[in-house]
Each structure stands twice: as structure tokens, then as C-alpha cells.
């Protein structure tokens, strides 16, 4: 009963390559974002997006493409990996616009850019 | 822009004793919440706790509870009868309410002794 999951778990690639991270919630929400963590733990928001539309885009470089196929899934692909792209990402949602203020978080996915 | 300032990167304490996590943010908005995640070794980010701005009465959750104070823009975290289960990283959380955006401190490392 995952209210917030992601698949995979871990993912170890080489630089250069594409990746997609999934993730999908069964909480019924509207609103889903995607966090980075780096290596020192610093946790930063990267996308919001509310019923399928992007409202945070947060300087992230455009090899970075979130897709929404419907409110219960936000993926993130990354194109063209780089070493620097290696943290833990988090996904996280929220009932709605709002009540942004309480993130439920997937268990995160630990990429490793070789 | 919010900043949030967690000046403890690292604390121990022993089993059953008390211990206090501070968190000082900076922001000219009214309206906002306050949080406390924990990170445990399993990645995954937890809400321990929450604060709505506008309520002055501290929130308490079980053996946590802050100590809120909105003039000094200063929220700590207070642990009681620490357990050797609470041995996590401790995230303070500042969300915007009018820009639907988090930000998050820099992680307090919370180790419980036995």
C-alpha cells in the first residue's frame, strides 16, 4: 500500500546516457515534484507540477524533462547524464495546490553517474 | 528568496534523554508553514512535525514538539525520551505558501546513543 512510489530504486549508468526515474501515487493527489539530494544531503526542489501542468520549474537544465501522463505519475527522464547528475532523487505529492505545505516522499532513487 | 539555516550539522544523544534541533529562517512573507522531516539511514523523508505561522501554540506530536517563535524566525525541534529509532538526519522545512515552494535546511546528523 505505497502511498508514493518510484521505480528504480538505484541506477547506475554512464555518463552520457538517458535515464527515466518513475514515479506514481495512489493518494488520489493533484499536485507531484521532483527533489534533488546531493552528496552533502542538500535537498532541493527541481519540478512541481499540478494536474499534469509544470508550475515549478526550478533552473534546472533542460536535459532534465519531467512528463505528467496523468496526475498520478510524474516521471523524470535526464538526457545525456553527467557526473554532477549523481544524487538521490526524491519524488514527493501533495492533496493539491493548496495544501502544498505537507509533501508525502517516495523512498527516493539513488542514481550514480559513472 | 526564503532562506533556512540549520547551524547543527551534527548531535548525539543518549537514550531517554532530551535533545533540541535549531532552525532559523529568514523570510518577509505572513503567510507560511514551518516542518521537520527525518531522514533515517533508509532514505526515506518523513514529516515528523508541522507548524502553521499564523498559530502561535507550539504543535506537538508525541515525544516531539517545537518551540516556535515567529518574531525571532526561529524554530527548533525538541526530542523527549530520545529512542535509538530516532537516529536520523533532521530536515527543517520552510514552505511558501503564496509561491508553492519548499525549501529545506541543510540537515541535522541526529545520532542516539545507547
Known amino acids: 500500500d505505497t502511498a508514493v512510489s518510484q521505480t528504480p530504486k538505484y541506477l547506475v549508468t554512464q555518463m552520457g546516457n538517458d535515464k527515466s526515474i518513475k514515479c506514481e501515487q495512489n493518494l488520489g493527489h493533484d499536485t507531484m515534484y521532483w527533489y534533488k539530494q546531493d552528496s552533502k544531503k542538500f535537498l532541493k526542489i527541481m519540478f512541481s507540477?499540478?494536474?499534469?501542468?509544470?508550475?515549478i520549474n526550478e533552473t534546472v537544465p533542460n536535459r532534465f524533462s519531467p512528463k505528467s501522463p496523468d496526475k498520478a505519475h510524474l516521471n523524470l527522464h535526464i538526457n545525456s547524464l553527467e557526473l554532477g547528475d549523481s544524487a538521490v532523487y526524491f519524488c514527493?505529492?501533495?492533496?493539491?495546490?493548496?495544501?502544498?505545505?505537507?509533501?508525502?516522499f517516495g523512498p527516493g532513487t539513488r542514481l550514480l553517474v559513472l | 528568496a526564503q532562506t533556512v539555516t540549520q547551524s547543527q550539522p551534527e548531535m548525539s544523544v543518549q537514550e531517554a534523554e532530551t535533545v533540541t534541533l535549531s532552525c532559523t529562517y529568514d523570510?518577509?512573507?505572513?503567510?507560511?508553514?514551518l516542518f521537520w522531516y527525518k531522514q533515517p539511514p533508509s532514505r526515506q523523508m518523513i514529516l515528523v512535525i508541522r507548524q502553521e505561522a499564523y498559530k502561535q501554540q507550539n504543535a506537538t506530536e508525541n515525544r516531539f514538539s517545537v518551540n516556535f517563535q515567529k518574531a525571532a524566525k526561529s524554530f527548533s525541534l525538541k526530542i523527549s525520551d530520545s529512542q535509538l529509532g530516532d537516529t536520523a538526519m533532521y530536515f527543517c522545512a520552510f514552505h511558501n505558501t503564496n509561491a508553492g515552494k519548499s525549501t529545506f535546511g541543510d540537515g541535522t546528523t541526529l545520532t542516539v546513543k545507547p
Open positions: 514527493a505529492s501533495s492533496q493539491d495546490l493548496a495544501a502544498q505545505e505537507t509533501q508525502y
Open positions: 523570510t518577509s512573507e505572513s503567510n507560511y508553514y
Open positions: 507540477y499540478n494536474n499534469k501542468e509544470l508550475i
